[in-house]
């Protein structure tokens, strides 16, 4: 009889990790895609910002 709710102790128990790890996974890629997401954004208004600078020296570059 001990060993059975032992085993059902052990079954919640891991339930219980998988569900904490789960979570922490979740919270690290919204993070991850969080940070990706404003240095695109970063670098896209970098970008912008540039695009005229750049394209003026092309058009030098050309004639």
């Known amino acids: ?3 059975t709710s032992d ?3 052990e079954w919640i128990l891991g ?7 789960l979570a922490l996974l979740i919270a690290l890629l919204y993070l ?3 940070v ?3 240095t ?3 670098i896209s208004q970098e970008c912008s910002n540039n695009s005229g ?3 003026n020296n092309v ?3 050309a004639a």
Do not use: R
Request: net charge positive; with cysteine.
């Open 36 to 38: 990706f997401c404003k």
């Open 59 to 61: 058009a030098n570059a």
């Open 40 to 42: 695109i954004q970063l």
């Open 7 to 9: 085993g059902i102790f």
């Open 53 to 55: 600078l750049h394209n």
């Open 15 to 21: 339930i219980t990790l998988l569900l904490l790890m």
């Open 1 to 3: 009889m001990a060993s």
């Open 32 to 34: 991850a895609l969080s």
